[in-house]
């Protein structure tokens, strides 16, 4: 029946003159969600509105859940497209469309009537009262209210006729690649996930960091991360997953520096590589699943040590939230149950009993001065092994 | 080099195993239930494997049925006994060392309301016969006992069990899960006085899917699959023709040559744990020499644990399991290395080592090799 969805948008609307960047990266990002769909899709952009077309047969739950996934969008609404046969196939058409739609008619309803072809006769107040009328003739049971309606049933008159009523929320934010690029730091936890989608909500483009320790951590444990990557991909577009062998580093750390405080000093130089092959690759900040307190390393003077390595804006999107409130959009974006997979992560291997929770900066850096030897041959070996993996939805 | 030594999880088929299941998946690959000579032809290898099977335990070819391999001939056993005897009594003993494939229907049966006793095993992993006769009463249907725990390999006295229960409650049905048993020991239902015996064919160089249930024609049993009344009503779902092939051609190869087998390996083993005791802070678990199973040793490195000893390993091409699975957030000991009461430095750090007939003493220095090298240096990076 659905032939067609019109795809509102919130923001982008105030962007002023770059608002054809915006649009533009809106309907590349609906073309790349609906390309694995069955079906033929255009996404256009004709006065101020993004319309998917079709083309004969398609999935139209599947094309549904698709735009549903593209950051940008506020509101997708199904339409039906009928030819232009005159005013009174139209009203036929107005009436199978609410009986149709809606089974149950004990509901109220403004017409909303859009002449965008202007050599339609009659104006727009005319037709919204005809067929209004028209509805409530043919079912006594539904009400007119022009200011509460419980429906809103739009035709739009065009070329073709567009009949719609239906708004199904779309994710808000903005589209991807509208505001630059950021490197996540993706573990394999609930947190990372959560943020990483966060981040790409707001439009920016995520590229993702993985550190791996082998044979402390197993191949499993990488292809959680990579899976888990996948999982966000589907809402952020391709992801580049740099997966960097961590082990020597850390082995390092241990034989050198006191062990409550190698969970801190790991995790700066965790931040230092990522934020490396973050400049290399062109991104402008880094991004975390830190949430205040969850952990040891987690606690304000954790996070200032850990932040204290880095020059670029470090975004946490999830600090404020409590674990529940975390898992809860990781059900929603379906990464939980990848996350919760038992394998060990870096983080995890060598933990102290008691890591400092009230690390001191100055004493963290007395401790990174016996790493001096060989520390930056170390890093830069990571950094130039790192292997990347190419990662779409 | 490359040493697979982890034959207990499974084990690579046999070449002609593998052109029998080629074979009756292109050539003959009627259905035997099916009318014509196709079927005709294809039923024939069904009948040699149970002749084949049979013939390895001396019992006949009528009381072999075939299965998707060991997990659910236990779950019928167990499930399929229970049902048919329930106004017997609905008592039902197993050991606490039994694989999940018994250990799990059992709790399902007692959600169902039969009561389950779980008997205890010594630090070797044996169960008590005098425990298990106070244990047997009046009501009791079942005992479930595996021949070889497939952790530590410890073999359970059959014989003496089985004739144990007779003497006790000659009502009492017995069922071995012999998956790590068969194919490493002459096992005699009629004489242990076994009723059902449950047996895996990957884990004998035979294919993946594969596995049978010895049920005694004396048994009171029901399916717990039904359909279209294949294999005489008792287990319905057309026969996995090439499975069966090869199950069978596997079970008569490795009891061709058992007896050759059985001495190799426990030379192998023998040679093994002797090296393996002059490392500092190994300890092997379960009984040695004739009361172990030939093909696994089971050992703690201690102030190592197992998963990163693993993956060790696997870097250098060595292949083992794991003793207990761990993770970050829980961890679960293994119920066999919980019940025979090993500490949890010792439970943390285990690894299961386990041979074939074709491992050579070769890769077995070759991992001990690997072993002494590695393990002082795993040992100096632990967590605290």
């Known amino acids: 029946m659905f032939k067609a969805f019109l795809v509102k948008y919130a923001e982008i609307g105030i962007k002023g003159k770059n608002r054809y960047l915006f649009e533009d990266a809106l309907i590349r990002q609906m073309e790349y969600v609906l390309k694995p769909v069955e079906g033929t899709f255009h996404v256009t952009k004709e006065q101020g509105r993004i319309y998917v077309l079709t083309e004969g047969d398609f999935d139209y739950e599947e094309a549904l859940e698709a735009l549903k996934r593209v950051f940008g969008i506020a509101y997708i609404c199904p339409v039906v497209i009928k030819e232009d046969q005159g005013y009174e196939q139209l009203e036929k058409d107005v009436v199978a469309y609410v009986d149709h739609v809606y089974p149950d008619k004990n509901k109220s309803f403004k017409m909303h009537v859009r002449r965008a072809k202007k050599t339609y006769p009659g104006t727009s107040m005319e037709l919204n009262a005809d067929l209004g009328g028209a509805i409530l003739d043919a079912f006594p049971e539904m009400k007119v209210d022009v200011h509460n309606p419980q ?136 991004i975390t699943g830190e949430s205040i307190g969850q952990v040891a390393s987690q606690t304000v003077q954790s996070l200032a040590a850990t932040n204290e390595v880095c020059t670029m804006p470090v975004f946490r999107p999830v600090i404020g939230f409590d674990k529940q ?26 933990v102290a009993k008691h890591p400092v929770t009230k690390p001191n900066i100055q004493m963290i850096k007395k401790s990174e001065k016996k790493l001096e030897e060989k520390i930056d041959e170390m890093m830069d070996q990571a950094v130039n092994t790192a292997e990347r993996i190419y990662i779409e939805a | 080099m490359e040493a697979y030594l982890d034959n207990s999880a499974t084990t690579r088929c046999y070449e002609e195993v593998k052109d ?35 013939a390895t335990l001396k019992v006949q070819e009528k009381e072999i049925y075939f299965t998707s391999g060991g997990t659910e001939s236990n779950n019928w056993a167990l499930i399929g006994t229970a049902l048919a005897n329930r106004r017997q009594g609905n008592h039902i003993i197993i050991s606490s060392i039994e694989h999940p494939a018994v250990s799990a229907p059992a709790e399902f049966l007692e959600s169902q309301g039969f009561e389950v006793t779980r008997l205890g095993v010594n630090a070797q992993g044996q169960i008590s016969p005098e425990e298990l006769k106070e244990a047997i009463r009046p009501e009791t249907i079942l005992v479930s006992i595996m021949f070889v725990n497939n952790e530590i390999g410890a073999v359970e006295p059959i014989a003496e069990i089985g004739e144990l229960i007779k003497q006790v409650n000659p009502k009492t049905y017995f069922h071995v899960d012999a998956i790590q048993a068969y194919g490493k020991f002459r096992i005699l239902p009629k004489k242990m006085h076994i009723d059902m015996l449950s047996a895996s064919g990957h884990k004998i160089h035979g294919p993946k899917g594969t596995g049978f249930l010895y049920i005694s024609e004396k048994m009171k049993i029901v399916p717990i699959i039904y359909g279209g009344g294949q294999q005489k009503g008792m287990r319905s779902g057309t026969d996995n023709v090439p499975g069966i092939a090869g199950l069978g051609l596997a079970s008569k190869m490795v009891y061709d040559h058992l007896e050759e087998n059985d001495k190799h390996m426990r030379g192998l083993r023998t040679y093994f744990v002797r090296e393996l005791a002059k490392m500092d802070q190994v300890v092997v678990h379960g009984p040695q020499g004739e009361e172990a199973a030939p093909q696994i040793v089971s050992a703690a490195f201690v102030g190592v644990r197992s998963e990163v000893l693993l993956h060790t390993l696997e870097e250098r091409g060595i292949y083992v399991s794991a003793g207990s699975a761990c993770s970050t957030h829980k961890r679960s000991g293994s119920p066999t290395l919980t019940a025979i009461g090993l500490p949890k430095n010792q439970m943390e750090a285990t690894v299961r080592f386990s041979f074939c007939e074709t491992t050579t003493r070769e890769e077995l220095d070759y991992t001990l090799q690997v072993l002494n090298e590695v393990i002082p240096m795993l040992r100096r990076y632990a967590r605290h």
Request: charged fraction near 20%; proline fraction near 5%.
């Open chain 1, 325 to 350: 409130e975390i898992v809860d959009i990781s059900l929603k974006i379906n990464t939980y149950e990848t996350s919760i997979q038992p394998y060990e992560d870096c983080c995890t291997i060598f």
């Open chain 1, 151 to 286: 429906l809103l049933i739009t035709v739009e008159i065009r070329e073709k006729i567009y009949i719609y009523s239906e708004s199904i929320p779309g994710p808000g934010g903005m589209p991807i690649g509208t505001n630059g690029k950021a490197m996540l730091l993706l573990s394999g936890g609930i947190d990372s996930p959560v943020a990483g989608y966060m981040i790409a909500k707001r439009g920016v483009k995520i590229d993702a960091v993985y550190f791996h320790a082998p044979p402390y951590t197993s191949e499993r444990a990488k292809q959680k991360v990579v899976d888990l990557a996948k999982l966000v991909a589907r809402y952020s577009g391709p992801i580049n997953l740099y997966v960097v062998n961590f082990t020597d580093i850390q082995l390092y750390i241990y034989d050198q520096c006191p062990h409550d405080e190698l969970t801190i000093i790991m995790r700066r130089y965790m931040m230092k590589i990522a934020e490396r092959i973050g400049k290399e690759q062109g991104c402008l900040g880094l």
């Open chain 2, 20 to 54: 029998i299941v080629v074979k009756t998946m292109m050539d003959d690959y009627g259905n035997p239930s099916a009318m014509h000579q196709k079927g005709v032809e294809s039923e024939r290898y069904v009948k040699e494997a149970a002749g084949q099977i049979a």
